[in-house]
């Protein structure tokens, strides 16, 4: 960037958004969330019939050997949760922050 190009970049405004145009912006942004979060709510129904048809379990301790993933043999030995509730510890346990000691 130029000294001339700083200089104007440094006495530019921040850009104005009329009301309307931010409401615009929100409406489109809304439906296309609805959208996505349909699609999203399809392809979760389609992996759960999937997982009834041949159940796959998010067994703590991975006797899958796969991440954790392991086939659903009803023993008691390791307590075996969902597709959809292993999936989505999965993404919690990565988006936490981790425990510093």
């Known amino acids: 960037m130029t000294a001339t190009q700083q200089q104007q970049h440094a006495n530019s405004k921040p850009e104005v958004i009329s009301i309307t145009e931010q409401r615009r912006r929100q409406v489109y942004a809304q439906e296309n969330i609805r959208k996505l979060t349909g699609k999203v709510a399809r392809l979760f129904a389609e992996l ?9 379990s998010m067994i703590e301790g991975g006797a899958g050997g796969a991440g954790g ?5 009803g023993s008691e030995a390791s307590p075996a949760i ?14 936490e922050p981790e425990d510093v000691v």
């Open 48 to 56: 759960e019939q999937w997982d009834a048809y041949a159940p796959v």
């Open 69 to 73: 993933i392991g086939i659903d043999d």
């Open 82 to 95: 969902g597709l959809l509730e292993g999936f989505l510890e999965e993404v919690i346990s990565r988006i």
